[in-house]
């Protein structure tokens, strides 16, 4: 079973719509929970990095939210545009296995006109 | 300063070779990982070099090795390939800042073996 799973698989919003990525997890315990963006063909990027202690974290239109008691994070994108298109990855950093990250297998978001 | 960057970008290989992967990390950072993404999969972790040492190594086979020099780059290798093994692998520099590691990735080499 994995131990950081994302909800939906994929997502399709209209243009300027919000929504919301869903991120469960079960490593314990953990440092800190990122959020990344990945545009076909290219590297991830880091959206946002929460340590346990916060519960909220803004980028732009970009609003990562962590629970780190229900161990679930969800990071909101607000006013969506066509280049929001991408798919969008959960990783925690486990203190287990010598602070290893672990990787969800991601959301892919298309935003269409 | 200069990304993450990684060559070849693309390759194509034959079952049996092998290949080796290059990645030079941002200047300055001594860490360095290595991931394959397969669409199924998503990013799977292979390993972890620190100063010319590997500190932490995921759930692969012996075929797929890696190393890094005293410059902090680093090639990753793998032999005998299988068709299983396309996929884009993903090199990863970090910067350890007080308790926070920010982790920068490669545009990635994209496998693909026929």
């Known amino acids: 079973k994995n131990q950081v799973e994302q909800s939906p698989q994929s997502l399709i919003i209209l243009e300027g719509k919000n929504c919301t990525l869903q991120?469960?997890?079960?490593?314990?315990?953990?440092?800190?929970l990122r959020w990344y963006k990945q545009d076909t063909g290219r590297g991830p990027v880091s959206l946002t990095i929460?340590?346990?202690?916060?519960n909220t974290k803004s980028n732009g239109r970009y609003t990562a939210t962590l629970d780190a008691d229900t161990k679930q994070s969800s990071l909101h994108i607000t006013a969506s545009q066509l280049s929001d298109s991408a798919s969008y990855i959960c990783?925690?950093?486990?203190?287990?296995?010598?602070?290893?990250?672990?990787f969800g297998a991601g959301t892919i978001l298309r935003v269409k006109s | 300063k200069a990304g993450v960057t990684q060559t070849p970008r693309y390759l194509i290989k034959t079952r049996g070779q092998q290949v080796t992967l290059s990645c030079s990390p941002i200047?300055?950072?001594?860490?360095v990982s290595w991931y394959q993404q397969t669409p199924g999969q998503g990013l799977q972790f292979l390993f972890e070099?620190?100063?010319?040492?590997?500190?932490n190594k995921g759930n692969f086979p012996g075929r797929f090795s890696g190393r890094q020099f005293s410059n902090s780059r680093s090639e990753m290798n793998v032999s005998t390939l299988e068709l299983g093994d396309s996929a884009l692998y993903l090199c990863?520099?970090?910067?350890?800042?007080?308790?926070?590691?920010?982790?920068?990735f490669g545009p990635g080499t994209r496998l693909l073996v026929l």
């Open positions: 991120c469960n997890y079960t490593v314990s315990p953990f440092s800190n």
């Open positions: 200047s300055g950072h001594r860490s």
């Open positions: 990863a520099s970090s910067l350890v800042q007080g308790v926070v590691e920010t982790q920068y």
């Open positions: 929460m340590t346990f202690s916060e």
């Open positions: 990783v925690v950093l486990g203190e287990e296995y010598g602070n290893k990250l672990v």
């Open positions: 070099y620190f100063s010319e040492t590997q500190r």
